[in-house]
């Protein structure tokens, strides 16, 4: 896969442009920086630019500035690297590096949706600032990857306001639950909980409005490791 680089160029509606074969972009931000810098691209050169639409973008590389790089569209091309069905993983941040791995995880796993989860127990605030952190991964784990639709942030939500008012199959995230987890294929929300695990306050409260708990086998695991073992489970049937 070539070198790829994701140039943003939504409209206030949260649409995007469409640039076709021909057209002139440019990339400015971090974007400039790691392609002239870091990865010291040159003029004439070719590389392949996505902007979370679905399409990908090869492009020749047209003025290097220090700060901003022109590019031409040479084509546009819509490879098939997703899903067919939507997987929003709802979840408790960990500590520390462990969230960022669990972000790169979810994209690479093609996870669709994923929202922090602000629960009794959680160890670490989730905040926008923290969210827009996360989407920022989301742009270079896909980069990494080659999905070219990116999956989507939500704002951080308080887990007992948040679970009643979700429809569909939802799925919570319970070690003492003895229904294992089966490979999806289905349109589904997954509940993860912090360290130490929801309460049961909490528990209830999503039961209690149709959310179904399951298993993720006999040990407990790290909310990283269960929301990246979740995502593998059901999105295998793809």
């Known amino acids: 896969m070539s070198d790829r680089f994701f140039f943003d160029d939504t409209l206030s509606s949260g649409s995007h ?14 974007e400039a920086h790691h392609l002239s810098s870091v990865r010291r691209f040159k003029e004439g050169d070719f590389v392949t630019l996505f902007n979370g639409d679905g399409n ?17 569209i040479a084509s546009v091309e819509r490879p098939e690297r997703e ?22 995880k979810l994209t690479e796993l093609g996870a669709t949706d994923f929202t922090p989860l ?21 742009i270079e784990s896909s980069k990494q990857c080659g999905r070219n639709v990116l999956m989507r942030v939500h704002p951080p939500v308080r887990w007992l306001e948040w679970c009643v008012k979700q429809p569909g199959l939802r799925l919570l995230a319970l070690p003492t639950v003895i229904v294992e987890l089966a490979a999806g294929g289905e349109d589904a929300i997954v509940a993860i909980g912090p360290e130490g695990g929801f309460s049961e306050s909490e528990i209830q409260a999503a039961l209690d409005s149709g959310w179904v708990g399951f298993s993720l086998g006999p040990r407990v695991l790290r909310t990283e490791t269960a929301g990246i073992v979740a995502a593998a489970r059901l999105g295998r049937s793809n």
Do not use: C, M, N, W
């Open 17 to 30: 442009v469409r640039p076709k074969a021909g057209d002139s972009v440019e990339l400015e931000g971090p």
């Open 56 to 72: 990908e973008y090869p492009a020749r590389i047209v003025d290097v500035e220090k700060k901003r790089i022109r590019l031409q």
């Open 83 to 104: 899903l067919s069905f939507r997987l929003h993983i709802a979840s408790a941040l960990p500590k520390g590096d462990r969230g960022d791995f669990l972000i790169e």
């Open 118 to 138: 602000i629960t009794e127990r959680s160890v670490v605030k989730a905040d926008d600032a923290k969210a827009e952190k996360i989407r920022r991964a989301v």
